[in-house]
């Protein structure tokens, strides 16, 4: 599983949107900003959330976009499989070409159920504090 900029700036964006959360719309621009993103790359990003159904987009002069939900109802395995597709580990797993007999099989759904278990684990809530403060168990 590789997390490409679009997973990463996801969750930045939605970090930013939760630590400005107030239902108002917040400019793509403002967010951009704050996060040192291109606006134009964000501007691929936001409407993949919004076609998600994880945050409403507003055009026009006070346009922008807010959370659907509050903070602590987005998990980060919710905002990368919306923004990265299915976080399987192998292909095979993916197209459904896994031969049943494969020894490694059972590690790799394994592994795809660990994987999506931790990052469902996390809320976006959970990440607005610094990285340092964030506790999280591995």
Known sequence: MLVTTKGRYALQVMIDLAEHYSGKCIPVKDIAGRQELSIKYLEQIMPVLTKGDLVFGVHGKNGGYRLKRPPEKYTVGEILRVAEGDLVPISS???????????????????????????????????????????YVI
Do not use: V
């Open 93 to 135: 797993m993916k197209d459904g070409t896994a031969a049943p007999d494969d020894r490694t099989l059972k590690m790799w759904q394994d592994f795809y159920k660990l994987t999506n278990d931790y990052f469902d684990s996390i809320s976006i809530a959970s990440l607005i504090c610094s990285g340092e403060d964030y506790d």
